[in-house]
């Protein structure tokens, strides 16, 4: 009942709101253990009228009201749901003698003990880290939702870091610094992503690339910009320079995913059709284990080697249940943003550079980034022996290739000469 609930059309496809659709669909649940065990057994599991009735009315209030509702829910869910556990699982041990009946319902509770103490500690857990890792930079309005912007160092060109799939800022940890020494360097975040507003729909390149031509001239950041897009956001850079092509004097790509002007967009569904919205339902679902705080637990085992402060900000953000949205969404739309990478089909005479990790690559990824370095004349493509896909951004000397890529761009730029070898 839950699932159905939740894939119903007229539920809005956002977290707050599908989530309330599945609190009434377990308190539709609970509510018919309380109905068949009094009719049909000689064992009422009247106590089953407590969740029935919470979750009801948190679900109520979460599909009718959204995220304002949410955020107070997240302080009164986990204790509420924990000291109810331990009443359901007292009452069921009084109340329910069969074994069998014990097997089933024990579990459940059990869980809603877990998801309590989970839920709880995740939101502790978000406030303790705004409070740690203040944002850097600013915020600025795009149009909807505000992106967050960050820039250090002085010089033309402005270079524009873009990092990859599910990545924020922070992965810039040891790039960034590097090149600041020599330039201006900006970093953002896209829309969900570290400190960044969630947009009201999934985006695609050439969304992405409109939000970003649109931060950098609300914040004055002047042009023409050296891109610079690691794995995805090489998709995204792609795009930028094919809509905005007096704008971007040089491009660094980072072992970027190859743009495919076959692939596919995702699917639109009609208006009113409600159907092929699946895939965002399902986003939105996914999106709500980062509650539980399950994400954060991964999260502590990654980004070891990047800088502190910068390994510590990645590990935050990347718990929050907004980050793992947009990152799923991402992947969601991977074939429309590979197709309008494809629009750039020629970089004129301007500054190329193409980097590509010397190991754990699939067969024929080497002749794409290839292809890639063909998109100009003036390019070179450097393979970094011994780097990973990952490494590239979160090994300080990978890092350090990657930062002399730009750097190189840079120097080709200002001196108006051909890129070095």
Not at 18 to 43: I, K, N
Not at 91 to 111: D, K
Not at 164 to 181: E, K, T, Y
Not at 182 to 210: F, H, K
Request: charged content about 15%; proline content about 7%; aromatic content about 6%.
């Amino acid at each position: 009942m839950a699932l159905l609930l939740a894939a119903a059309p007229f539920i809005p496809a956002q977290e707050s709101r599908l989530t309330g659709a599945m609190l009434c669909g377990f308190a539709l649940g609970w509510g018919l253990l309380v109905v068949l065990s009094a009719r049909f057994t000689d064992q009422p599991q009247w106590w089953a009228l407590a969740p029935a009735l919470f979750m009801g009315v948190c679900g109520l209030l979460l599909a009718g009201f959204g995220a304002p509702i949410q955020a107070v829910l997240n302080w009164v869910w986990p204790p509420a749901v924990l000291v109810l556990a331990i009443w359901m699982f007292l009452r069921a041990r009084r109340r329910l003698r069969s074994r069998a009946g014990r097997v089933l319902v024990y579990p459940v509770i059990v869980a809603l003990a877990l998801a309590s103490i989970g839920g709880g500690f995740e939101t502790v857990s978000e406030v303790a880290d705004a409070r740690t890792y203040p944002m850097p930079g600013r915020l600025i309005d795009v149009g909807g939702h505000a992106l967050h912007l960050d820039c250090t160092g002085s010089g033309a060109p402005t270079i524009m870091l873009e990092p990859g799939a599910g990545l924020a800022s922070s992965s810039m940890g040891w790039i960034a610094p590097d090149v600041a020494r020599e330039a201006r360097v900006c970093v953002y975040d896209r829309a969900g992503l570290g400190w960044s507003e969630p947009a009201g729909s999934a985006e695609a390149g050439r969304q992405v690339a409109a939000d970003l031509h649109a931060l950098l001239h609300r914040a004055n950041v002047p042009g023409p910009y050296v891109l610079a897009g690691h794995s995805f956001g090489g998709l995204y850079v792609l795009s930028f320079a094919a809509r905005y092509p007096d704008e971007v004097a040089g491009l660094v790509l980072v072992d970027s995913t190859a743009p495919n002007p076959a692939a596919q967009p995702a699917a639109t569904a009609p208006e009113g059709s409600g159907s092929s919205d699946i895939p965002d339902r399902l986003s939105a679902l996914a999106s709500t284990s980062a509650r539980l705080g399950l994400v954060r637990l991964y999260a502590w085992s990654d980004y070891n080697t990047l800088p502190p402060r910068s390994r510590d900000e990645a590990r935050a953000t990347a718990a929050k249940a907004s980050q793992l949205r947009s990152t799923i969404d991402e992947y969601l739309h991977a074939g429309a943003a590979a197709r309008e990478a494809a629009a750039l089909a020629d970089f004129d005479h301007k500054p190329l550079a193409v980097l590509t990790a010397g190991s754990g690559n699939a067969p024929g990824w080497t002749e794409k980034q290839d292809a890639l370095a063909k998109l100009s004349p003036n390019s070179v493509h450097r393979v970094v022996d011994g780097a990973t896909h990952a490494s590239l951004l979160l090994d300080q000397q990978d890092a350090a290739a990657v930062s002399r890529a730009i750097l190189d761009v840079v120097a080709s730029v200002r001196d108006e000469a051909p890129l070095a070898r």
